[in-house]
């Protein structure tokens, strides 16, 4: 069992910038970790990955060049640093661990992942 704890969330104007963090504990994962979202009448959707192996990362498009993902192994705690923030980036944020190897293109399928946080939540007015 894993256990995976967001913080960083809050409340920006649009442009500002914000770093989430997840530590996680527990036990061993592989694969990939990776950040999702959820805004309301929205689908779930994946916005960042890092394969722990090597780690290759994937972004999804919407957040290409302004979103980073990183991996601190030592500290087992996976960031998101999100910059030049768009009032369509307001969700909720969750963590995920235990993900696709990295012989698959899937790590920002949702269903591939195993543990999951609680979330926390990103808001950004105009």
């Known amino acids: 069992q894993m256990y995976l704890a967001e913080s960083g969330g809050g409340s920006v104007q649009a442009g500002g910038s914000l770093r989430l963090s997840c530590a996680a504990s527990g036990g061993a994962t592989s694969g990939a970790m990776g950040w999702f979202r959820h805004a309301p009448a929205k689908e779930r959707e994946g916005v960042a990955a890092v394969y722990r192996m090597r780690g290759k990362t994937a972004l999804d498009d919407s957040v290409k060049g302004r979103f980073t993902i990183t991996l601190d192994k030592a500290k087992n705690t996976l960031y998101l640093q999100m910059n030049n923030l768009k009032p369509e980036d307001t969700a909720m944020y969750y963590c995920?661990?235990?993900?696709?190897?990295?012989?698959?293109?899937?790590?920002?399928?949702?269903?591939?992942?195993?543990?999951w946080g609680q979330g926390t939540r990103v808001t950004v007015s105009a």
């Open positions: 995920a661990a235990h993900g696709p190897p990295e012989t698959t293109d899937w790590a920002l399928r949702a269903n591939e992942y195993t543990y």
